[in-house]
């Protein structure tokens, strides 16, 4: 009878210590995932504002870059800059062909490239803003037009039916 108190109480024992072990590593486990979690979750809402402040800052300079790169200031700009080199050193032979090509049409031509096709972009925008205009315009007469036959059709369906009558 003896023996088996001992061995109860040190199933008991054991018991009571897997359980208590068991609970509090679930606890943290528990406690640690959620933290991962946490800070996983945390760490995606911070990188997609980053990525987000990231692609708007972008954005913005891009198209304060292109748009500066795209005006006649900055073309007389690159011009002048491109020219007044030549007061201090002038090329002679095949480097006047080099200096064309490379300085003047690299430097001088892409801004004017820039410029007309800003400006060509300003004329599609105002084409398609006019298309979209006039567009919703016939959208609405088709709208108007459509209630009109529905009220038609309704008082057509109510004589047809005065007539079976």
Not at 16 to 38: G, N, P, R
Not at 129 to 141: G, Q, R
Request: glycine residues 6%; neutral net charge; hydrophobic residues 50%.
């Amino acid at each position: 009878m003896k023996q088996l108190k001992v061995i109860l109480s040190v199933l008991l024992y054991i018991t009571i210590i897997l359980s208590y072990e068991l609970f509090y590593w679930w606890i943290d486990v528990k406690i640690h995932t959620d933290t991962d979690a946490k800070f996983l979750i945390g760490g995606c809402i911070m990188l997609k504002k980053i990525q987000g402040f990231y692609l708007r800052f972008t954005d913005w300079l891009g198209d304060k870059l292109a748009h500066f790169l795209s005006t006649m200031e900055c073309f007389f700009l690159i011009f002048l800059l491109v020219i007044i080199p030549l007061f201090f050193q002038h090329p002679t032979g095949i480097a006047w062909v080099q200096y064309g090509v490379a300085i003047f049409f690299q430097g001088v031509a892409l801004p004017v490239l820039g410029y007309v096709a800003w400006k060509s972009g300003e004329r599609v925008e105002k084409v398609i803003k006019e298309t979209h205009d006039v567009v919703l315009e016939e959208l609405k007469i088709i709208k108007e037009e459509l209630k009109l036959a529905r009220e038609e059709r309704d008082s057509i369906n109510r004589i047809l039916e005065d007539l079976k009558k």
